[in-house]
T-cell receptor, first 116, second 112 residues
Framework: AAGVIQSPRHLIKEKRETATLKCYPIPRHDTVYWYQQGPGQDPQFLISFYEKMQSDKGSIPDRFSAQQFSDYHSELNMSSLELGDSALYFC???????????????FGSGTRLTVV | KQEVTQIPAALSVPEGENLVLNCSFTDSAIYNLQWFRQDPGKGLTSLLL?????REQTSGRLNASLDKSSGRSTLYIAASQPGDSATYLC???????????FGTGTRLQVFP
């Protein structure tokens, strides 16, 4: 079965550079989420999109932005990178099938971003 | 504000033992609760999903229960194996929000 695909798997950037992470959700999933997991920490919610519209926002820095495209893939853009942005970035998708309840989240394998 | 806590933070057991991992949450207004497994530096693998109307779910050697009114869930692992060694995270999906709120995790080590 198709899973959530994230690219790249690993990324090394220098301070003040820009990074773009990509996420391809499971087909027919209508919601995409981005999470950040720092070393030794639990995942923290950044932002989500439902049917290509931003649906919820968490602790996402102003330097970060995200969008979901017509094919439902999503990109997380990170500018003016700081050392503290080094983390695992996860994308997840879910299906609500038009209802308020969802049927669980499926996570991608993550992108490990290292800022040097 | 929803807070999710997991006990114990770490657990080391010999192979073959039956284990119970605990998860508690402060606000019972949730759609569902999900248990995940995470290997070091890897992604999150979903183990079990319990909807708010359900009391338990089972998959192989895993059984998860949910008592929404008391804000508790347990993950029971039967006949543990070294391959079960990982961090186990529970997460709740609160009403009126998309985000998952994760617990702090239980780091499990099963030795031969």
């Amino acid at each position: 079965a198709a899973g959530v695909i994230q690219s790249p798997r690993h990324l090394i950037k220098e301070k003040r550079e820009t990074a773009t992470l990509k996420c391809y959700p499971i087909p027919r999933h209508d919601t995409v989420y981005w999470y950040q997991q720092g070393p030794g920490q639990d995942p923290q919610f950044l932002i989500s999109f439902y049917e290509k519209m931003q649906s919820d926002k968490g602790s996402i820095p102003d330097r970060f932005s995200a969008q979901q495209f017509s094919d439902y893939h999503s990109e997380l853009n990170m500018s003016s990178l700081e050392l503290g942005d080094s983390a695992l970035y996860f994308c997840a998708s879910s299906s609500t099938e038009g209802q308020t309840i969802n049927y669980g989240y499926t996570f991608g394998s993550g992108t490990r971003l290292t800022v040097v | 504000k929803q807070e999710v806590t997991q006990i114990p933070a770490a657990l080391s057991v010999p192979e073959g033992e039956n284990l119970v991992l605990n998860c508690s949450f402060t606000d019972s207004a949730i759609y569902n609760l999900q248990w995940f497994r995470q290997d070091p530096g890897k992604g999150l693998t979903s183990l079990l999903l319990i909807q708010s109307s359900q009391r338990e779910q089972t998959s192989g050697r895993l059984n998860a229960s949910l008592d929404k009114s008391s804000g508790r869930s347990t993950l029971y692992i039967a006949a543990s194996q070294p391959g079960d060694s990982a961090t186990y995270l529970c997460a709740v999906s609160p009403y009126n929000t998309d985000k998952l709120i994760f617990g702090t995790g239980t780091r499990l080590q099963v030795f031969p």
